[in-house]
T-cell receptor, first 113, second 112 residues
Framework: DAGVIQSPRHEVTEMGQEVTLRCKPISGHNSLFWYRQTMMRGLELLIYFNNNVPIDDSGMPEDRFSAKMPNASFSTLKIQPSEPRDSAVYFC???????????FGDGTRLSIL | QKEVEQNSGPLSVPEGAIASLNCTYS??????FFWYRQYSGKSPELIMSIYSNGDKEDGRFTAQLNKASQYVSLLIRDSQPSDSATYLC????????????FGKGTRLSVIA
């Protein structure tokens, strides 16, 4: 079975540009999570969805960040405008239910110049 | 704020030794506990889960849970250089209906 699929794998862009990260969860998983990972702060939960509905976005750092899940098989995380401090690895993960262990995608390594 | 604490390391052990990774958590009512392994430049991968006090063994890995002490550990026997990675502890808080809380991870280095 396919795992969680993220795209792009790498993104390099200039400050001020809009960045869109994409995620396809594992089929049948009802919960989807967006994380950001840095050396300093470790793995931070940004937002999670249950059945396509955003449940908790308290981890989203600023209004520049937004996430959507228009259907059970697709989610996006947008940063607009991007800033150098947004540079990190962004992971998408999914699980059958929100309290169950999560399966992670390969991540998007984002560099904002 | 529910917290999961891990020593960041690096923890260095010689090849063939036992590596012991520790994790403490703040929510006394936490229900379930997981260990993830993350190789450099890769994503976290679930390797162990434990739900009740005591030991759970899977190959060279043993997870140990002590709920009274709010402590969970991962032992890796006969450590290999391929075990060198960061190990993340994750805990399901008492509320049960919320996502896992992750520690920052312990970096393990197995020296050949």
């Amino acid at each position: 079975d396919a795992g969680v699929i993220q795209s792009p794998r790498h993104e390099v862009t200039e400050m001020g540009q809009e960045v869109t990260l994409r995620c396809k969860p594992i089929s049948g998983h009802n919960s989807l999570f967006w994380y950001r990972q840095t050396m300093m702060r470790g793995l931070e939960l940004l937002i999670y969805f249950n059945n396509n509905v955003p449940i908790d976005d308290s981890g989203m750092p600023e209004d520049r960040f937004s996430a959507k899940m228009p259907n059970a098989s697709f989610s996006t995380l947008k940063i607009q405008p991007s800033e150098p401090r947004d540079s990190a690895v962004y992971f998408c993960a999914s699980s059958p239910l929100q309290y169950q262990p999560q399966h992670f995608g390969d991540g998007t390594r984002l560099s904002i110049l | 704020q529910k917290e999961v604490e891990q020593n960041s390391g690096p923890l260095s052990v010689p090849e063939g030794a036992i590596a012991s990774l520790n994790c403490t958590y703040s929510d006394r009512g936490s229900q379930s506990f997981f260990w993830y392994r993350q190789y450099s430049g890769k994503s976290p991968e679930l390797i162990m889960s434990i739900y009740s006090n005591g030991d759970k063994e899977d190959g060279r890995f043993t997870a140990q849970l002590n709920k009274a002490s709010q402590y969970v550990s991962l032992l890796i026997r006969d450590s290999q250089p391929s075990d060198s990675a960061t190990y993340l502890c994750a805990v399901n808080p008492y509320s049960g209906n919320t996502p896992l809380v992750f520690g920052k991870g312990t970096r393990l280095s197995v020296i050949a």
